[in-house]
Each structure stands twice: as C-alpha cells, then as structure tokens.
C-alpha cells in the first residue's frame, strides 16, 4: 500500500514563510512525477508546482517567484517553499505523485495524500 504523508501545514501572518513535506512510503519502480496541489473552500483543486525525476519544475502562475518545489529522490520526498505568502494562498494542500508500476517504465499510477491546512491570516 503506497502512502503519501503530508506535513508542514499551519497558521502564518501575510508575508511570511513555510515549508511542506510528503514522503512516498514506497516506490518499488520509481517515482516519475510529484507535485502540489491546493483547493480553497468552494474552488476546484488546482496545480501549485510539480518536478520530475530529472528536475524539471513547473509552477502556477500565482506562485512563480515565490514557491519553490524541490525533491531528494533517496528519500522518496517532495518539498514546498512558500515565501511571501498571501491570504489567498489559503487551502488545503495535497500531495500527488506518479509512480512507475512495472520495470520498464512504460505505466505510471497516480497517487494523492490526505492534505494538509495552510492558512495565511493576520
């Protein structure tokens, strides 16, 4: 069973900072793709920023220049740097990854954590 475990959330004044992680409890293949996703009450959930194996990143474009996605693929984990945040960086964040599901690397599976609260209020 593959977990994705999220944490980091948490309560910060405008303009401050934090910092999440999610740890993949294991990929027998590898780990294609991970990234970050937010939903805000009533909104759809949305692409933050997401990395490939090789290190490529892409960003929303209400992030860019404040966020910065980073992995350590020996430890199976994806970070979040959120600099400068705003009140409207306000959801619950979700962990998503694409892992490898045979050898050959011709298949991925996707998989979601249970989110975790940020919350950007003075």
């Known amino acids: 069973q593959v977990q994705l475990v999220e944490s980091g959330g948490g309560l910060v004044q405008p303009g401050g900072s934090l910092r999440l992680s999610c740890v993949v409890s294991?990929?027998?293949?590898?780990?294609?793709?991970m990234g970050w996703y937010r939903q805000a009450p009533g909104e759809r959930r949305d692409l933050v920023a997401r990395?490939?194996?090789?290190?490529?990143?892409n960003y929303s474009d209400s992030v860019k220049g404040r966020f910065t996605i980073s992995r350590d693929n020996a430890k199976n984990t994806v970070y979040l740097q959120m600099n400068s945040l705003k009140p409207e960086d306000t959801a619950v964040y979700y962990c998503?990854?694409?892992?490898?599901?045979?050898?050959?690397?011709?298949?991925?599976?996707?998989?979601w954590g249970q989110g975790t609260q940020v919350t950007v209020s003075s």
């Open positions: 998503n990854a694409d892992l490898w599901s045979d050898s050959l690397k011709l298949r991925t599976q996707n998989y």
């Open positions: 990395i490939t194996s090789d290190g490529s990143t």
């Open positions: 294991r990929s027998i293949f590898g780990i294609k793709r």
